[in-house]
């Protein structure tokens, strides 16, 4: 039986506000980051690079061209969805029984929602699959900061070292510095470390801690950082001026009610509905110089 979508609506905006609200505690590029609605088709962010330096003239004298370059990246937004089952009782609720489901449902997508943000932008893989997407590229971290000098190893006994290079990749290249997102791994290693009498260096990252901020820098420990297989342990930038994301406000509810729209099953026969969210989520990295990577070797 094809699939019937027997109704639909879009959220209302205080869900909406609720469900990206509990986004920016679960995704450490949104945490780090500052966010904006956009429109469905996207935004283009202009940038011009001012490559020389102010020159000094004397009364008289002939003023010097300055070198600078202009460029154009485009903040396309894609789709991802998010659908559950729910028994088939809620088409026959209330309004106003149904709100606890909804906002069980929009807790749930806005766990689902950050954790796909981060996967996708960090590693551009499908966070479904865990392959590689097509729609994103290498509109991702790991698709962008590949110059050698910002690809720091890793070393478990000295991970703020680590930190400490990075941050000196991103500078020589003159870029700021402005947070750390970092692996559990890593985190777990700072909380490790121990001065010369014994005193831990860094008791805020021990048991599991999340500290708001690492030295000046705002950080934020997530498992989405080293997604999979991935080697990366951390990366360092600038997250408030050169990484750009933002949403659709629209986000579109559908309840299905037939079929087997999500290959577990026809619904009627469980008595149960189903219901799909999909949100509309776009980011670009501005300056690719303006970020290093902590990577474990591969051996």
């Given amino acids: 039986m094809a699939n ?8 209302k905006p205080e869900l909406v506000t609720e469900m990206f ?4 505690g679960h995704s450490s590029l949104v945490k780090l980051s500052n966010s904006a609605p956009m429109p469905f088709s996207g935004t283009d962010t202009f940038i011009f690079s001012m490559d020389g330096e102010a020159a000094i003239v004397g009364e008289g004298a002939q003023k010097p061209a300055g070198d600078a370059s202009f460029a154009t990246v485009t903040i396309k937004p894609i789709k991802f969805v998010y659908q559950h089952r729910v028994t088939d009782e809620f088409v026959h609720m209330s309004e106003e029984k149904q709100i606890p489901y909804l906002q069980a449902f929009a807790d749930g997508f806005s766990k689902k929602i950050a954790r796909a943000i981060d996967i996708a932008a960090i590693h551009g893989v499908n966070p ?48 700021n510095i402005t947070g750390v997102a970092m692996a559990p791994t890593m985190g777990a290693a700072l909380g490790k470390m121990e001065n010369s009498i014994g005193n831990h260096m860094y008791p805020e990252f021990r048991f599991g801690g999340n500290p708001d901020a690492f030295g000046a820098l705002k950080s934020d420990v997530n498992g989405t950082v080293a997604f999979g297989s991935s080697l990366l342990r951390a990366i360092v930038g600038d997250f408030e001026g050169c990484f750009k994301w933002g949403y659709a406000e629209n986000i579109p509810l559908e309840i299905i009610q037939y079929g087997d729209p999500d290959g ?4 009627k026969r469980t008595n149960e509905i189903l219901l799909r969210s999909e949100a509309y989520v776009g980011w670009g990295i501005l300056d690719a110089g303006s970020f290093a990577l902590i990577q474990a070797s591969a051996s």
Avoid: M, R, W
């Fill in 4 to 11: 019937k979508t027997t109704s639909g609506t879009l959220f």
């Fill in 21 to 24: 609200s509990k986004v920016k």
């Fill in 128 to 175: 479904a699959t865990g392959t590689a997407s097509e729609l994103i590229g290498t509109n991702c971290f790991a698709g962008k900061v590949t110059a050698a000098a910002h690809i720091i190893t890793y070393n478990a006994l000295l991970p703020d070292d680590c930190i400490d290079d990075a941050v000196g990749a991103v500078q020589d290249s003159d870029g």
């Fill in 264 to 267: 577990q099953g026809d619904l």
